[in-house]
């Protein structure tokens, strides 16, 4: 097996001597390092599963730092950002950051700070990918659940016992505690709470049908 | 003897005449009688006659002043339409042309204009003009070398001596003094008056010969010192008006400075910001285990650029605030057009304004100052990009437009897409405080037309068809350049 690969930090500058030092610095940090030229340029690259982060310049002919953030989103692509600007704009700066950007950083960039916030970009998408890729697994179980399970277990994890479930579907106490193993085993759960845990994560409303 | 005398007197014409005479005398008595009568007869035709030849030549002499009389009244009147018709910037060559003119005219030495300063209680000589071989004069004679001259002059008499021992021995002894040690023989001086006040004088002066003056000159040197007075105080109201345009437009560029605070610090900053990651990462390979020396050197190498690049854009934001005299040169309409859009690239990206340059190609050059051009294209072009501040991002397009005008013109057109400009506010878009923003002064648009109508040319403003308006001026094209 080859070694892990070094991850990957994009570079978004419309300014080629910035992106270009930027490239270089980063690598020097034991980086790979990919620059851009606009956000346009960018996102015709096709998606990276590797670890990675993106640097972005705010202000750039064109489209802009923030609105990469949001088509990102849009995308549900999870790549964390370090936003780097020439000017200090603090309306920009909360929006980037309510975006969810791991920082704001005003140029001339100090390198320490840098390579601290793409360090912590970095982490920050492996997270938020592990993450993502738990939430899809748990819908991808959710899935596999007939809808009279799938019901029994919206209800479950409101907290009703089986009888009040039962009641409330209209069926036999009996046949409830049937779907609720058949639940527990396909969302592989090995206590309610777990299952409650799973449902959240999830995203498993209790039925209001 | 009296034969001998009438001899000697008596032009060729009458020698006939007198031969007759002395055969008379050779005849006797009777003839002696006769001889008398004959002689009181010649007598009489000779000093006839050279009465009329005396006559005839005062006539002459008569007529020489009258055709004078008539050249110097030309040459006044040439020097009036002249004066009359000249720019500022031309009354000092046209003055030393005329003071050599009536110089020749008056066969004088010196022709020289002073101006009195009060500070320094001197003559100071502003325009000379000497004869061939003559020693210049000094540039300066101080008030207490002529006292007597100078309190006249003051007072608005003339001055006019055809020797130095003509000017009063006691009240001017000081004045003789001075006029001996410059070797001035004769002088004619007359004061020059601005708004009342006599400011400096005119003056001709032989240092060869004394002369004389003449009444009807010195009348005319009156009118003449008139011309030049008034030649010189408009002269001097040109260039305040030009050192208050001068002022404005260092004004109109500080506070456009202010506006462009934010695109030039991003222009500043992107060098920067190179140059600190380039060393960092430079001092990162230098403390690593494999010193890579290409790459170092690649390194400096961006570095050195990028440092040339955060001076140029110093170098151009301390040309653009420069105080500066007028300085003409010759320009390249195209060029100078190129450089501002540079200059407001990164505020029209900011502002998502895209800024399409279209350049006619082989313009004629034009002449004028670069820096307060670049002012002119400047407000524009930032009135363009804040016109479309409501403007669909889609929609705003600033179209910066060179062309050759009507004649011998080249025109600069700024185009935007924004709000265009209210009918009603057309006509005085252009004077001083009127203003749309906020946050403006109003000037902007009145400095650049004073800009632009000292070069020569005309600057307009017009709304759209397609909406939006389109601020564009003309300026004649300098067809000597080489």
Redesign the interface.
């Known amino acids: 097996m080859s070694p892990p690969a070094a991850p990957l930090v994009f570079v978004v500058d419309d300014?080629a001597?910035?992106r270009?030092?930027?490239a270089?610095?980063v690598?020097?940090?034991g980086y790979e390092a990919e620059p851009f030229a606009s956000v346009r340029d960018f996102l015709a690259r096709s998606p990276y599963e590797g670890p990675c982060c993106l640097v972005l310049d705010v202000?750039?002919?064109g489209l802009t730092g923030l609105d990469l953030q949001e088509a990102l989103r849009a995308a549900g692509q999870r790549l964390s950002i370090v936003f780097?600007t020439?000017?200090r704009d603090i309306p920009v700066s909360v929006r980037a950051m309510k975006g969810g950007a791991v920082d704001f950083l005003t140029?001339?960039?100090d390198?320490g700070t840098l390579l601290g916030a793409i360090q912590q970009a970095v982490a920050r998408t492996l997270a938020d990918r592990r993450e993502q890729a738990r939430v899809t697994e748990i819908r991808n179980r959710i899935a596999t659940l007939t809808p009279r399970e799938a019901a029994v277990f919206a209800l479950v994890v409101t907290g009703m016992l089986n009888k009040q479930i039962g009641s409330e579907l209209g069926i036999a106490e009996k046949t409830v505690k049937v779907h609720r193993a058949r639940v527990m085993e396909k969302m592989r759960a090995a206590s309610l709470a777990e299952l409650v845990r799973l449902a959240g994560e999830g995203g498993v409303i209790a039925a209001g049908s | 003897m009296c034969l001998a005398l009438l001899t000697l007197l008596c032009p060729a014409p009458f020698t006939p005449a007198l031969a007759a005479a002395r055969d008379l005398v050779q005849s006797g008595s009777w003839a002696v009688w006769q001889v008398a009568v004959g002689g009181a007869l010649i007598l009489s035709l000779v000093l006839i006659s050279t009465g009329l030849l005396l006559e005839r030549a005062g006539r002459r002499r008569a007529e020489l002043s009258l055709g004078e009389r008539l050249r110097f009244e030309t040459l006044l009147s040439e020097q009036v339409a002249t004066f009359s018709r000249i720019l500022g910037t031309d009354v000092d060559r046209e003055i030393q042309r005329a003071l050599r003119r009536m110089a020749d005219f008056l066969a004088v030495d010196w022709g020289h204009l002073t101006e009195y300063s009060e500070g320094s209680q001197t003559a100071r000589v502003t325009h000379w003009w000497g004869a061939e071989g003559v020693e210049p004069q000094p540039s300066a004679i101080g008030f207490g070398e002529i006292p007597w001259v100078v309190t006249r002059l003051r007072r608005g008499e003339q001055v006019r001596f055809s020797r130095v021992e003509d000017l009063p021995e006691s009240g001017a002894a000081v004045d003789r003094q001075t006029y001996r040690r410059l070797g001035i023989k004769s002088q004619i001086a007359v004061p020059l008056t601005a708004e009342g006040v006599v400011v400096g004088s005119l003056a001709f002066s032989t240092v060869g010969n004394e002369r004389a003056w003449r009444d009807e000159f010195v009348q005319r040197l009156h009118l003449l010192g008139e011309v030049f007075a008034n030649a010189l105080s408009r002269r001097r109201s040109e260039i305040e008006g030009q050192r208050l345009r001068q002022d404005l437009a260092h004004v109109g560029r500080v506070s456009t400075m202010g506006e462009l605070t934010a695109s030039l610090a991003h222009e500043l900053n992107q060098p920067l910001t190179a140059i600190l990651s380039n060393a960092q990462a430079a001092r990162r390979i230098l403390d690593s285990a494999k010193v890579d020396l290409a790459e170092i050197r690649e390194i400096l190498t961006d570095i050195v650029e990028d440092d040339k690049r955060a001076g140029e854009v110093i170098y151009r934001l301390r040309g653009f605030l420069k105080k500066g005299d007028l300085e003409l040169s010759t320009l390249d309409i195209g060029e100078l057009v190129s450089q501002v859009a540079r200059l407001v690239s990164s505020d029209a990206i900011i502002r998502n304004v895209a800024i399409r340059l279209e350049l006619a190609p082989g313009l004629p050059p034009i002449r004028g100052d670069r820096v307060q051009l670049q002012q002119v294209v400047l407000n524009l072009l930032l009135n363009g990009l804040d016109a479309m501040r409501e403007s669909d991002v889609g929609e705003r397009t600033l179209v910066l437009r060179t062309a050759r005008g009507d004649g011998t013109t080249v025109v600069v057109a700024v185009q935007d897409s924004g709000v265009g400009i209210p009918e009603a506010d057309l006509d005085h878009v252009f004077h001083a405080f009127y203003t749309t923003k906020p946050e403006g002064m109003g000037m902007g648009l009145a400095i650049a037309r004073s800009i632009v109508e000292a070069h020569g040319g005309r600057l307009e403003a017009r709304n759209n068809p397609e909406g939006g308006a389109t601020f564009s001026f003309t300026l004649p094209a300098f067809e000597g350049g080489r």
């Open positions: 300014d001597s910035v270009k030092s930027l270089r610095l690598k020097t940090a202000r750039m002919p780097i020439g000017y140029k001339p960039l390198e």
